[in-house]
């Protein structure tokens, strides 16, 4: 692999899946208190068909480690997602 396909030791696609999963993070943490359903965060984020396999891969990754809670259809950012944001961005 060449060098600059790495990323402290990443692959692309690590990195790729990274950045769409902060973007879905993002996305939710800027709309709360509002929830968002599956179907409206995948139109807001403009999902083809390509790209929905991507986003819900991102969702269930978020899931997984505790930055997204999921109830049905419906996601929202855990507490800790959002503290984390804030600190991270200096958000109040």
Same mark, same amino acid.
Do not use: H, K, M, Q
């Given at each position: 692999m060449h060098p600059q396909h790495r990323h402290r030791g990443e692959p692309c696609a690590a990195r790729s899946d990274r950045t769409l999963e902060g973007a !879905?993070?993002?996305l939710l943490i #800027?709309? $709360?208190p509002r929830s968002l359903t599956l179907p409206e =965060? =995948? $139109?807001e984020m403009?999902?083809?068909a390509g790209s929905r396999a991507a986003? #819900?891969? &991102?969702? &269930?990754g978020l899931a997984e480690v505790g930055l997204l809670r999921r109830e $049905?259809? !419906?996601l929202?950012?855990?507490p800790a997602a959002v503290r984390a944001a804030e600190i991270e961005l200096g958000l109040p």
């Open positions: !879905v993070l993002a #800027e709309r $709360r =965060l =995948l $139109r403009g999902a083809g986003i #819900e891969a &991102a969702v &269930a $049905r259809s !419906v929202a950012p855990t």
